[in-house]
């Protein structure tokens, strides 16, 4: 292979770097596969891709590198910005050293080094291809000066093509995560700036470029993802030379990161997938993910969490009796949320004393968990370690530990509480010290690891920012209590799902979607959350039957089959249910064991049925020989009964048999109007299920019914 120009392919992707000369590589192709191509017809290709000279503009042709600076006549959005007392503003940077070009089984990887000898900084770029068909690039910057180079940012980008005419990133805000929000891709910049120190209820965990009309099923798609929790800046750019650029990484507050002679910074990873189809660029996300050694390997045990249950009100009595009802209906982990320790019987005091009340629990926690762990189940534990109320021990004894802006101001209130300083070694080293003797003390198999607020003028007790290092912080908390504790499993929630990224997955194996249990509401989250990791990484629980957040009464069926394909749990009080419900709460969690490592290790597969109010999804196991299916009725349809609905993902050349999953349809709460194979199933291809269609049974709005469909054996 030529190492001027590299071309890497993989499950039906291609990328195209230029190496050749003494500027920054050009990414010349990010896209469908391009076939084979040789050294020679890859030279061909590469004399091709500059457009010609228009008028007024500068006498060297403007090409957007990796890097794309005013030095190159890029006048966007710059790759680099910073300054060293005001000077060395403009880099031009150089290559130093031949690419280095890595290539594994697990990855292949380009590192190219440069200088700007002038300003004294120093470049490496770094762009790999993970299996599956997925990339990810980032750079590293150094000052080689001899005084303070201030950087105020560094974006990573990738090209798109001119077909990719319209913009798809999703917001949100608490209890409605991961709302979409499509929009032509015009001339100028779309910019999601987030300055909230953590990835945000309505940050865009995806931001997609594509072809208009793109879907999940088809349409050309470009998407992009930054590997981090703290502050950052998404940019989607289109400049009148024709270039379209989407680029992503770390917003910087001014004076954030002063590089030091010899100092480096390191940007957070910034991933692309590149799909025909929201599906198949998901699905690169996914294999990545599961790829690593990290990633959960057993069954994702069922739970039952204690918050909607019982809130702050913890009981022994009442808590076991939720365990038994838990035990009882097949749960298989107990997670105690918020309210165990401190003086925590509300949310205005006790946050940062992670020591057991005796108040709450005057007997520790042992009762508790004893009676947990002999019903078979493990025991969680909710922590929010980074937070303090100022009403607590910790706060009082150590108020220069709270993050603020510098002098006597505290930042305004959030629920209460403030955040704790951990890029200070003194309050790093007592909570961790805390949560360790937590976790030596007891039989604690998990932790719900919370965030509740946002990070307003975070700065440490010298006045300085500190979002990116007490980013790094809490990264080197979890992971050194991961270090620590063997065989532990951390949770990512914030607020609900205001911390989803592959920054803080590197180390925790779920997430919360949403502090938002209504069924309905679940739906979009839960589509979009997907959209980025695979189901078992997203906690998906059964809330009550009248919703805490929204006041809507949802059937057990439409909330079990939201809830089924994740991260299966319970969060409701199953003290209050009556011995009917409950035999039906065990009916789904049954079911859901029954198909869970289908459900786990299989392809997530979304439908663009055109009816909105009507979802179709499912999973495909990966030789797609066996698949379950959803169809969510999330409104009242115009057309009534509903008609055929296509199944996405299927094999066509496979023949299956369709039917049901039980408990579906059988159990109270769920309305279907029968269709006529409802009650034996049948049998069809791969291609009639998912060019044709199946006559779906008409629901009632907030219904969902789920489906089998497995190849058929030849005898039967
Ligand atoms: C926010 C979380 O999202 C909830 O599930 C719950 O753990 C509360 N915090 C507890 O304070």
Same mark, same amino acid.
């Given at each position: 292979m030529s190492n001027d120009l590299i071309h890497w392919r993989d499950e039906h992707v291609s990328i195209l770097v230029d190496l050749s000369g003494p500027a920054l590589p050009r990414i010349l192709h990010w896209g469908a596969d391009l076939g084979h191509h040789d050294d020679t017809l890859l030279e061909e290709l590469a004399d091709t891709v500059d457009p010609q000279r228009v008028s007024d503009e500068t006498d060297d042709l403007v090409v957007a590198t990796v890097l794309p600076l005013e030095s190159a006549?890029? +006048?966007?959005? &710059?790759?680099l910005s910073g300054h060293r007392s005001g000077r060395d503003f403009a880099p031009k940077f150089v290559r130093t050293d031949p690419p280095e070009i890595e290539e594994t089984d697990d990855v292949r990887r380009i590192t190219v080094r440069a200088a700007d000898a002038e300003a004294h900084l120093e470049l490496i770029w770094t762009i790999e291809m993970l299996p599956g068909g997925l990339v990810r690039q980032r750079n590293r910057v150094t000052n080689t000066g001899t005084s303070t180079y201030e950087l105020t940012g560094l974006l990573c980008a990738y090209p798109v093509p001119s077909n990719a005419g319209e913009l798809l990133d999703l917001t949100g805000r608490h209890l409605r995560e991961r709302t979409p929000q499509r929009s032509p891709f015009t001339i100028g910049a779309h910019v999601r700036d987030n300055r909230r120190g953590r990835t945000g209820l309505d940050g865009s965990i995806l931001t997609f470029a594509g072809a208009p009309g793109f879907g999940f099923e088809g349409g050309e798609v470009w998407a992009t993802h930054l590997a981090w929790s703290g502050n950052h800046r998404l940019v989607a750019e289109r400049a009148v030379r024709g270039t379209r650029l989407l680029s992503g990484g770390e917003l910087l507050a001014p004076g954030e990161m002063l590089l030091e002679p010899g100092q480096s910074y390191e940007s957070p990873w910034w991933y692309g997938a590149y799909g025909d189809g929201i599906t198949e660029a998901s699905a690169r996300f996914h294999t990545y993910l599961r790829s690593? !050694?990290?990633? !959960?390997?057993r069954e994702r045990p069922v739970t039952i969490n204690t918050w909607e249950a019982v809130y702050f009100d913890h009981d022994l009595g009442r808590l076991k009796a939720l365990a038994d009802n838990a035990a009882r209906v097949g749960v298989e982990r107990f997670v105690l949320d918020d309210?165990?320790? %401190?003086? $925590? $019987?509300?949310? $205005?005091?006790?946050?940062?004393?992670?020591v057991v009340s005796a108040d709450a629990w005057p007997d520790g926690l042992a009762p508790l968990i004893d009676h947990v762990r002999g019903l078979g189940m493990e025991f969680g534990i909710w922590v929010e370690p980074e937070m303090v109320n100022p009403d607590s021990d910790l706060a009082r004894a150590h108020p220069e530990w709270i993050l603020s802006p510098g002098g006597s101001r505290l930042p305004m209130s959030w629920r209460h509480q403030q955040v704790l300083d951990l890029t200070d070694e003194g309050a790093y080293q007592h909570v961790l010290g805390q949560l360790d003797g937590l976790l030596r003390d007891h039989d604690i198999a998990y932790l719900k690891w919370d965030h509740n607020r946002d990070l307003l003028e975070a700065g440490d007790r010298h006045g300085h920012p500190a979002v990116h290092r007490q980013t790094l912080a809490a990264y080197a908390l979890m992971d050194e209590l991961l270090r620590r504790h063997p065989g532990l499993e951390i949770e990512s929630c914030s607020s609900g799902g205001g911390r989803v990224d592959l920054g803080v997955l590197e180390r925790a194996c $779920? +997430?919360? %979607?949403?502090?938002?249990?209504d069924a309905l509401e679940r739906q979009q989250i839960q589509r979009w959350t997907t959209a980025l990791i695979p189901w078992e990484m997203l906690g998906c629980h059964i809330g009550s039957d009248s919703n805490h957040t929204t006041g809507r009464k949802q059937s057990l069926g439409f909330r079990a089959a939201t809830a089924f394909f994740g991260h299966f749990g319970i969060e409701w009080d199953l003290t209050k249910v009556d011995s009917e419900t409950l035999d039906d709460v065990a009916a789904w969690v049954t079911a859901h064991q029954a198909v869970r490592p289908l459900l786990h290790a299989g392809r997530a597969v979304t439908g663009d049925h055109p009816d909105d109010q009507l979802w179709v999804y499912g999973v495909v196991a990966q030789d797609g020989g066996d698949a379950v299916f959803a169809l969510a009725q999330r409104g009242t349809s115009l057309e009534a009964p509903t008609g055929r609905v296509r199944l996405p %993902?299927?094999? &066509?050349?496979v023949t299956y048999d369709v039917r049901p999953l039980v408990p579906g349809n059988k159990v109270r709460g769920t309305v279907v109007k029968a269709v !006529?194979?409802?009650?034996n199933g049948f049998r069809a291809s791969g291609a009639a299920l998912s060019r044709m269609g199946l006559i779906a049974p008409t629901q009632y709005p907030e219904q969902a019914v789920l489906l089998r469909v497995t190849r058929a054996e030849e005898s039967s």
């Open positions: 006549g890029w +006048v966007g959005e &710059p790759g690593r !050694p990290q990633h !959960p390997r309210g165990w320790f %401190g003086a $925590r $019987r509300n949310d $205005r005091a006790g946050l940062g004393d992670w $779920r +997430v919360w %979607g949403s502090d938002c249990l %993902g299927l094999q &066509p050349d !006529p194979w409802w009650d």
